[in-house]
């Protein structure tokens, strides 16, 4: 499987804007399906966006309309660039890879080792 590098977190005001990115070790075209996920202290891991090899895309209802999912297969990297970002928006953020079945996508036990986004109120 391929191994998924992290990057672009930081810290940025409420308002503010990031992009990351998760850089594959290999092809990523064939894939199934790419996602992002976020997970914040004392909560659970959150599906925040996810990309399929269709190029068809799927939010979470918190980040709809603020974050975008995009893949740039000649570079084997998925990017999620937030937009409007909000304190509750802090979390530490993972890439994976996962499979795709009638509109749901179902993450694979393939993680990064995650990049940390702090919005400051």
């Known amino acids: 499987q391929v191994q998924l590098v992290e990057s672009g977190g930081g810290l940025v005001q409420s308002g503010g804007s990031l992009r990351l990115s998760c850089a594959a070790s290999g092809s990523i075209f064939s894939l199934d399906g790419m996602g992002w996920y976020r997970q914040a202290p004392g909560k659970e891991r959150e599906l925040v966006a996810a990309i399929v090899r269709d190029g068809s895309t799927m939010y979470g209802d918190s980040v709809k309309g603020r974050f975008t999912i995009s893949r740039d297969n000649a570079k084997n990297t998925v990017y999620l660039q937030m937009n409007s970002l909000k304190p509750e928006d802090t979390a530490v953020y993972f890439c994976?890879?996962?499979?795709?079945?009638?509109?749901?996508?179902?993450?694979?036990?393939?993680w990064g080792q995650g990049t940390q986004v702090t919005v400051s109120s």
């Open positions: 994976n890879t996962g499979l795709v079945s009638r509109g749901k996508y179902y993450p694979l036990n393939n």
